[in-house]
């Protein structure tokens, strides 16, 4: 299983970016994928989740700014991230939970004010 991550920037606060999660080594369609991020001195924290059926999940903190989709053709997931404030810099790592946890190595997402 790889997933690469990439995308990040940095940005000033109310901008947008957007990420991307490409995957290989597994069945892209038929499993959830996850966004997480960890801020500095902080705890990784979930942010998004999105099903086999495209069913979509978020995090309170980032409801109506981000929206997660997924592309099963080009095994590829993707975070747009608008309206964005400082407290969402972070390294954002994509997950994929196969009877264990694989993480991509991370893209990091700075938001100045």
């Known amino acids: 299983v790889q997933l690469q991550a990439s995308g990040g920037g940095s940005v000033q606060a109310g901008g947008s970016l957007r990420l991307s999660c490409r995957a290989s080594g597994f069945n892209f369609r038929l499993n959830t994928l996850k966004w997480y991020r960890q801020p500095p001195g902080k705890e990784r924290e979930l942010v998004a989740t999105i099903t086999s059926d495209h069913k979509t999940n978020y995090a309170d903190s980032v409801k109506g700014r981000f929206a997660l989709s997924r592309d099963n053709a080009r095994n590829t997931m993707y975070l747009q991230m608008n309206s964005l404030k400082p407290e969402d810099t972070a390294v954002y790592y994509c997950?994929?939970?196969?009877?264990?946890?694989?993480w991509g190595r991370g893209t990091q997402v700075t938001v100045s004010s």
């Open positions: 997950n994929l939970n196969l009877s264990r946890n694989y």
